[in-house]
């Protein structure tokens, strides 16, 4: 019995013994895995960040690349250049649109410009009062003030800055006015409205005039200080005879006619020379037209003692430029059309007027003779001349 107990003691010990370990293994099993777990998970999380922190670190926009192996030749990034606007190419001065090209390979814009045109009417043998006219290249054509028909037969003149203009009137007194026709002034009486009219020194101070003779004996060439208040006269010291002045634009010369040809003067009247080549058989000139700006270059019709002389008025058709030293013929660029006038600017480029089948074009043409540009005149100066050209 007590064996038997004994027995029975000892195997409910053994199962809890055995229930224990298992219980055990089992607990230890779990935690072991549950650590396992927790390790794989912390290493599947730590292989995620460094993940992300490597494609972080990779996409990092101021990373600064590994450093190269000592023998690596290094390459220095240039950033990819610009594309830079091509400049739209500008016109040649004085050139207008529709104007025909003005030629020649060079790509500045050449500094020679158009000046502002005058016109008056090229004859006034039906009309007793015309306007002044004034154009520029590009622009409309503008009506000024009314004028005698004796101021464009022989004597108007028009300021450098084109603000006024000087003429003689029927009872030979000289008078000034802007060109639109205010403040009108007489300056004074007793002036020649043929032989020299009036004329402009290019700073527009003074006017050179002719008084008119008295018992026909020749009159004064006098210089009008038109800044002076009291309009002071300093008469040149000879009785010359010469006509029709027009002053070079460095104000050192005056071009006029006399004895069938052309003598250059000082500003006080002092003969300088004669232009070769004018004589009473020979070539000869009633009217100078323009003269370069250090008197180089004169402007005028040349024709012979039986040719085409023009009448009393003033005449401002040109057929020939002419070397006043040498009186040789300078070539012009005209095309072939037929030379009508030439006026020279301050800069020593030329205007250029010649005929065409629909009527006139001005040429601008610079001071080595080569065309700068051509514009077509307004088909409403059809009928005129030109006067003057100012800056």
Same mark, same amino acid.
């Given at each position: 019995?007590?064996?038997?107990?004994?027995?029975?003691?000892?195997?409910?010990?053994?199962?809890?013994?055995?229930?224990?370990?298992?219980?055990?293994?089992?607990?230890?099993?779990?935690?072991?895995?549950?650590?396992?777990?927790?390790?794989?998970?912390?290493?599947?999380?730590?292989?995620?960040?460094?993940?992300?922190?490597?494609?972080?670190?990779?996409?990092?926009?101021?990373?600064?690349?590994?450093?190269?192996?000592?023998?690596?030749?290094?390459?220095?990034?240039?950033?990819?250049?610009?594309?830079?606007?091509?400049?739209?190419?500008?016109?040649?001065?004085?050139?207008?649109?529709?104007?025909?090209?003005?030629?020649?390979?060079?790509?500045?814009?050449?500094?020679?410009?158009?000046?502002?045109?005058?016109?008056?009417?090229?004859?006034?043998?039906?009309?007793?009062?015309?306007?002044?006219?004034?154009?520029?290249?590009?622009?409309?054509?503008?009506?000024?003030?009314?004028?005698?028909?004796?101021?464009?037969?022989?004597?108007? @003149?028009?300021?450098? *800055? &084109?603000?006024? $203009? %000087?003429?003689?009137?029927?009872?030979? !007194?000289?008078?000034?006015? +802007? =060109?639109?026709?205010?403040?009108?002034?007489?300056?004074?009486?007793?002036?020649?409205?043929?032989?020299?009219?009036?004329?402009?020194?290019?700073?527009?101070?003074?006017?050179?005039?002719?008084?008119?003779?008295?018992?026909?004996?020749?009159?004064?060439?006098?210089?009008?200080?038109?800044?002076?208040?009291?309009?002071?006269?300093?008469?040149?010291?000879?009785?010359?005879?010469?006509?029709?002045?027009?002053?070079?634009?460095?104000?050192?010369?005056?071009?006029?006619?006399?004895?069938?040809?052309?003598?250059?003067?000082?500003?006080?009247?002092?003969?300088?020379?004669?232009?070769?080549?004018?004589?009473?058989?020979?070539?000869?000139?009633?009217?100078?037209? @323009?003269?370069?700006? *250090? &008197?180089?270059? $004169? %402007?005028?019709?040349?024709?012979?003692? !039986?040719?085409?002389?023009? +009448? =009393?008025?003033?005449?401002?058709?040109?057929?020939?430029?002419?070397?006043?030293?040498?009186?040789?013929?300078?070539?012009?660029?005209?095309?072939?059309?037929?030379?009508?006038?030439?006026?020279?600017?301050?800069?020593?480029?030329?205007?250029?007027?010649?005929?065409?089948?629909?009527?006139?074009?001005?040429?601008?043409?610079?001071?080595?003779?080569?065309?700068?540009?051509?514009?077509?005149?307004?088909?409403?100066?059809?009928?005129?001349?030109?006067?003057?050209?100012?800056?």
């Amino acid at each position: 019995m007590n064996d038997q107990r004994l027995r029975l003691d000892l195997t409910a010990l053994a199962d809890e013994v055995t229930s224990v370990d298992l219980r055990d293994r089992t607990l230890r099993t779990s935690r072991r895995l549950g650590i396992q777990r927790a390790v794989a998970t912390s290493a599947a999380a730590l292989v995620l960040i460094a993940a992300a922190a490597g494609t972080a670190f990779a996409i990092r926009p101021d990373q600064s690349p590994p450093p190269l192996p000592a023998d690596t030749p290094s390459v220095t990034a240039s950033p990819s250049p610009t594309p830079t606007p091509t400049p739209t190419p500008s016109g040649s001065a004085g050139d207008t649109p529709g104007a025909p090209p003005s030629g020649g390979s060079s790509t500045s814009t050449p500094s020679v410009q158009f000046g502002k045109l005058f016109y008056g009417p090229a004859s006034v043998a039906q009309v007793k009062i015309a306007n002044l006219r004034s154009w520029r290249p590009g622009d409309s054509s503008v009506r000024l003030l009314a004028l005698p028909d004796i101021a464009f037969r022989g004597n108007l @003149s028009v300021s450098s *800055d &084109g603000h006024r $203009v %000087a003429w003689v009137d029927d009872n030979a !007194d000289l008078v000034v006015a +802007d =060109v639109d026709g205010s403040d009108k002034q007489k300056i004074r009486s007793s002036v020649d409205p043929y032989c020299v009219g009036a004329a402009w020194s290019p700073d527009r101070r003074q006017l050179l005039f002719r008084e008119l003779a008295e018992r026909g004996g020749p009159g004064r060439h006098g210089m009008l200080d038109m800044r002076s208040t009291e309009k002071a006269v300093r008469w040149w010291t000879s009785e010359l005879e010469p006509c029709n002045a027009v002053w070079s634009a460095d104000g050192q010369t005056i071009a006029m006619t006399i004895d069938y040809g052309v003598t250059l003067y000082g500003a006080d009247g002092t003969k300088k020379r004669v232009v070769p080549g004018f004589s009473r058989d020979g070539w000869q000139t009633d009217d100078v037209v @323009s003269l370069a700006p *250090d &008197g180089s270059l $004169v %402007a005028l019709l040349r024709h012979k003692p !039986d040719g085409d002389a023009g +009448d =009393v008025a003033r005449d401002l058709r040109v057929n020939v430029v002419l070397d006043t030293r040498t009186g040789k013929q300078v070539s012009l660029p005209l095309g072939g059309r037929t030379l009508h006038q030439v006026y020279f600017q301050s800069d020593g480029s030329m205007v250029v007027r010649v005929k065409t089948s629909n009527g006139y074009a001005v040429l601008l043409v610079d001071e080595d003779g080569r065309k700068i540009s051509e514009t077509a005149e307004p088909a409403s100066l059809k009928d005129m001349q030109i006067l003057a050209v100012v800056d």
